[in-house]
């Protein structure tokens, strides 16, 4: 069983950035694939991007370019720094794992989910 501890959502202005952390406890991630999602309200859950434990890494294409993915697997924790931030990224941002090598779009292959943490983007 993996626990994580999301933070640094919050609310921030066009063009602006911040940095989620995704704390994983109970099994180490180095093997998995851990991806970050999004949920705005009334919309389906969106795959965001995703890293391998040989960290490649796959964005959807709006946040192509404005977000990256990264690992620290000596802290156990994955980050997405998200800038140029836009109101339409305003949604609800989950970290997952998946327990194999190969990655997927598919959020109904992931095992571990986070809590979620807020992230709007409003003046």
């Known amino acids: 069983q993996v626990q994580f501890v999301e933070s640094g959502g919050g609310l921030v202005q066009p063009g602006g950035s911040l940095r989620l952390s995704c704390a994983a406890s109970?099994?180490?991630?180095?093997?998995?694939?851990m991806g970050w999602y999004r949920q705005a309200p009334g919309k389906q859950r969106e795959l965001v991007a995703t890293i391998t434990g040989e960290d490649s890494t796959n964005y959807e294409d709006s946040v192509k370019g404005r977000f990256t993915i990264s690992r620290d697997n000596a802290k156990n924790t994955v980050y997405l720094q998200m800038n140029s931030l836009k109101p339409e990224d305003t949604a609800v941002y989950y970290c997952a794992a998946r327990v194999s090598a190969a990655v997927s779009t598919d959020k109904n292959e992931y095992d571990w989910w986070g809590q979620g943490t807020q992230v709007t983007v409003s003046s």
């Open positions: 109970g099994s180490t991630l180095l093997f998995y694939v």
